[in-house]
Each structure stands twice: as structure tokens, then as C-alpha cells.
């Protein structure tokens, strides 16, 4: 009897580590995955087959691999691709898959990384209307830069072009800073900081923008760009900002409606009336004010994603047109990829 007490305990014990190893092995993942991205592991030619159909390795690519003509059968391979495009197959998973094979060959070729994550976001994104189906192709373009700068973490170019998504595609603005904040330690074109400045303008985060256009100016005295977009916040935005920063939300929106009566498409005056309205926990006008701006530029995904949540605050259906971005930001948010160190200028100095 005793001898059976004991070996009901171990298979009990055995369970119990097995369920911790189900629990964990999401959090080990997501562990792994961001160590490879921020090069703290070194990716293998397995790295590669995340994400990677498995179709496209035909006996000529497994040839390749094996037979060392790497680099060789890459370059038959974009060539081939070109020839897709040629002949109106570019945006299509046929090349998608090329692309792939590419990057599975010569994972140090940084163009192929670029076109594929730019065909992903963007090619693929249009070719679709289900919302799902987009924002898996957002996350799938994402996915494949943060593999490709796992494997040459030393470059500037695509940690620019993962930045660049995030801030012309997604404009989730704080992860475009991130990643941007990223190229810069790296030589650089100079108007880089100044987009990490304009996406800060319009979360709004006023002293934020402030700090990296002062920076751009602080390395750069005569960039004409930087110095006039100071001044033009300090004029326009300064004051309502401050009565925010003090509570006074309703000098804080006449503030921003004197603006707005010059420019009423002004995209930062209008982001800046839906986050006052939000700052003073009026939901409903906030949702106007956002619902506002995401009319005045159909590609505005920043009060897109505004209007998305509020609306969930409200007890709303998320509007059709909100919900591709939203998606992805959520899951994002959801696996814990929504907390971030984000750089400030004097990280830099």
C-alpha cells in the first residue's frame, strides 16, 4: 500500500511539472524570441523557419543549403522574383514565399528582409479587406524585420525600416521611437530624430517632441526644420498644454479651438482635443474629437485606434474602419509587447 502512496506521489509530482512546463512555455517563447531580437542569442538556420512555409524548400534550395552555394541560389531566387513582378505577380504569397527562401539563404542580405517586410505591411495588407487578415499581415511584416535585425544587429537599415512601419503604417508612435531610437546609434541620415520628434507630436506628448527637436538643433544649429517645428509648438500647443498639466481642461480646449479655427485639419490640433477630452475623462467628446481626426486623413491609424478603444470603453462596437490596427495593437498589448523602454535624447549624448 505504501509502495503505491509513493508512486501515486510521483506521477502526481510528474503532472504537476508537466502543467508548469505547458504554463511557461508561451512566456519561454516570447523570452527567446525577444532575446534573439535584441541580440542577446544568436540565431541558427532553424531561427528562420518561424513564420516560414516549409512548402518553399524544394530539393534545389535544400541542394543549395547543404552544398554551400548559399549566397548563389539566393541571388537565382530575387531574380526571380523580379520576374514575378514583371509579369503582375508581385503581390502575391507565390512571391511572398521567395522572398522567405531568400532570407532563409542569406539571412545577412539585408534587402531581401527590407522588401519582404515591406511587402507584408503594405502589399499584402491592401490586397485584403477582412480586418483579421491585416492585421495578421502587419504583425507577419513586423515579424519578419525584428528576424532580420536578429540576424544583423549591428546595421542601421532595418531597425530604420521596422521604425518606419510603426510610424508611417501602424503610427503606433512610441514603438516607431523605440526602434528609431535604435538606428541612431548607428550612422544615420540626420532627419531621423526629427521623425521620432514629429511622432511624439502626434501622440501628443508636447515635451517629449520638444526634447528631440532640441536635440536636432543642439547637433545641428541650422536645421531650419527642427527650429521652425519648435517654435511652432511653443506657440500653438505650449499654453494648452500647460493648462492640461494643471487640470484646466476647458482653457486647455479653447485653447486648442482657437487653433483650429486657422487650420481645422490641423492633424496635431485635432489629436490634441481628443487627448485633452480623454485627460479630463470625457469619453464621449474625446470620441467625437478622435472620430474627427480619423475622418480628416483616411490613413490616420493613431485616432483609428483612438476611436477603437474609446469605443470599447463605451460599451461601443469597434467601427469596421478602426479595427485592423486596433487588432494588432491589442495583441500586442495582450502577450505583454506593449511595454517598452523608450529612448529619450540623452540616451544618445
Avoid at 508512486?7 to 534573439?36: C, E, F, H, T
Avoid at 508636447?206 to 545641428?220: E, F, G, N, T, V
Wanted: some cysteine; hydrophobic content about 40%; charged content about 25%.
Amino acid at each position: 500500500m505504501r509502495a503505491m502512496r509513493i508512486k501515486g506521489y510521483k506521477v502526481g509530482g510528474w503532472l504537476m511539472v508537466l502543467a508548469l512546463v505547458v504554463l511557461l512555455q508561451p512566456i519561454s517563447d516570447s523570452v527567446n524570441m525577444d532575446r534573439l531580437v535584441l541580440g542577446l542569442r544568436n540565431p541558427t538556420p532553424m531561427t528562420k523557419l518561424i513564420e516560414f512555409d516549409p512548402t518553399a524548400i524544394t530539393g534545389v534550395i535544400a541542394g543549395a543549403i547543404l552544398g554551400g552555394f548559399r549566397e548563389i541560389g539566393a541571388s537565382m531566387l530575387w531574380m526571380k522574383t523580379f520576374e514575378l513582378w514583371d509579369s503582375g505577380e508581385g503581390a502575391s504569397l507565390k512571391a511572398l514565399n521567395l522572398m522567405r527562401t531568400v532570407t532563409l539563404l542569406d539571412p545577412h542580405w539585408l534587402e531581401p528582409w527590407r522588401i519582404t517586410g515591406w511587402h507584408l505591411a503594405y502589399n499584402l495588407y491592401v490586397e485584403t479587406d477582412d480586418p483579421k487578415r491585416r492585421a495578421e499581415f502587419l504583425r507577419l511584416g513586423v515579424n519578419a524585420l525584428k528576424e532580420g535585425i536578429s540576424w544583423n544587429p549591428n546595421r542601421y537599415d532595418l531597425y530604420f525600416e521596422l521604425g518606419w512601419t510603426y510610424f508611417d503604417k501602424i503610427k503606433d508612435y512610441p514603438e516607431a521611437a523605440k526602434w528609431l531610437g535604435a538606428a541612431i546609434q548607428f550612422e544615420h541620415p540626420q532627419y531621423v530624430e526629427r521623425l521620432i520628434a514629429h511622432g511624439w507630436e502626434r501622440v501628443p506628448d508636447m515635451p517629449r517632441a520638444l526634447d528631440w527637436y532640441d536635440y536636432c538643433i543642439k547637433r545641428d544649429p541650422e536645421d531650419g526644420t527642427a527650429y521652425g517645428a519648435t517654435l511652432t509648438i511653443r506657440e500653438r500647443y505650449s499654453y494648452a498644454w500647460r493648462f492640461v498639466e494643471e487640470g484646466k481642461y476647458d482653457q486647455a480646449i479653447e485653447e486648442i479651438n482657437r487653433c483650429l479655427a486657422v487650420s481645422p485639419r490641423s492633424t496635431l490640433a485635432l489629436h490634441m482635443k481628443g487627448y485633452i477630452y480623454e485627460r479630463a475623462g470625457r469619453l464621449q467628446q474625446a470620441l467625437d474629437a478622435w472620430e474627427l481626426a480619423a475622418a480628416n486623413a483616411a490613413l490616420d491609424f493613431h485616432a483609428r485606434t483612438k476611436v477603437a478603444r474609446i469605443s470599447e470603453r463605451l460599451g461601443r462596437p469597434v467601427p469596421e474602419y478602426a479595427s485592423d490596427i486596433f487588432i494588432e495593437r491589442e495583441r500586442r498589448a495582450a502577450t505583454g509587447k506593449g511595454k517598452m523602454v523608450v529612448p529619450k535624447p540623452q540616451d544618445f549624448k
